[in-house]
């Protein structure tokens, strides 16, 4: 089972809705990221918390806000979103600061479609 | 970062070594070798890294040339669940920072029984 749970796993919502995806981590971390892989695309990175404060924010459109309470969970919150962010939306998490090297720790994911 | 080019597509025997080749023509000094890989419906999973060392864990080997321009990993017995997509990413480390890894299109690497 992955340290990074991601609920739900699927989401279909229309594009007037307003909804949130979850990710939570149980691995001790302090730095937590969303990514989004569209069809046959690698993957992009989207946004990056370090100690809760987010430290990149990749030219993402505004109807994407992230936000992180604290430092084992990340939420990204979606409202008027277009047919073309349907997309696996991954979040990940690390831990900033350690001496050698911290691989980055993946959910499993969450399978947006818009409609 | 260094651009990395990988294969698009390998195949692979069930049981055999599977060898999966990188080239980083303009790596730079400071700059490391990781690879990940995706299995289907998952998230990316961290397979090892290394400098200028050849590298072994439970996972994998990697090999790197002594010029660093390209490197290889290799699975020793490939299994059916090591299908997936291998990427192979060069980056300096962040020193106290956070990872900001560019994932490209990687390998799919099918193994056949």
């Known amino acids: 089972e992955t340290g990074v749970t991601q609920t739900p796993r699927h989401l279909v919502m229309g594009m007037t809705n307003k909804k949130s995806l979850k990710c939570e981590q149980h691995?001790?971390?302090?730095?937590m990221y969303w990514y989004k892989q569209s069809a046959k695309k690698p993957l992009e990175l989207m946004f990056v918390?370090?100690?809760?404060?987010?430290?990149e924010n990749n030219s993402v459109p505004s109807r994407f806000s992230p936000e992180c309470p604290n430092s084992s969970h990340l939420f990204l919150h979606l409202h008027t979103l277009q047919p073309e962010d349907s997309a696996l939306y991954l979040c990940a998490s690390s831990q900033d600061g350690t001496r050698g090297y911290s691989p980055l720790h993946f959910g499993n994911g969450t399978r947006l479609t818009v409609t | 970062d260094a651009k990395t080019t990988q294969p698009t597509s390998m195949d692979c025997a069930e049981g055999r070594a599977a060898n999966l080749p990188c080239n980083h023509s303009?790596?730079?000094?400071?700059?490391?070798v990781y690879w990940y890989r995706q299995i289907h419906s998952q998230g990316p999973q961290y397979i090892i890294h290394g400098l200028k060392n050849n590298e072994t864990n439970e996972m994998a080997s990697l090999i790197i040339t002594e010029d660093r321009k390209s490197s290889t990993l290799i699975l020793p017995h490939a299994t059916l669940r090591d299908t997936a997509v291998y990427y192979c990413i060069v980056r300096a480390t962040t020193q106290g920072g956070s990872e900001k890894l560019v994932f490209g299109k990687g390998t799919k690497l099918t193994v056949n029984p």
């Open positions: 691995l001790g971390h302090n730095a």
């Open positions: 918390y370090s100690l809760e404060e987010r430290v």
């Open positions: 303009t790596i730079s000094g400071n700059e490391y």
